[in-house]
């Protein structure tokens, strides 16, 4: 994975948990949802990651 797009992740995962730090004292369940999301965010990280380097994997063994 590409330094722009692990900073483009890395990024976005801090704006969320920023976010559902403040909508704690709003709301219980946006709180709960922007963790969700940020979860997921993480989660897809890794899932392009792995298929990334398999695919690079794949060519370089070719």
Known sequence: MGKGLS???A???I???T???IAISYS???ALLL???CVINIGWGFIL???IRRKQ???SSD
Do not use: D, P, T, V
């Open 11 to 13: 990024c976005s995962s």
């Open 15 to 17: 704006l969320i948990l």
């Open 19 to 21: 976010a559902a730090s």
């Open 35 to 37: 963790g969700f999301l």
């Open 28 to 30: 219980f369940w946006l």
């Open 7 to 9: 900073l483009w992740f």
């Open 49 to 51: 990651k792995a298929r």
């Open 57 to 59: 994997e794949s060519l």
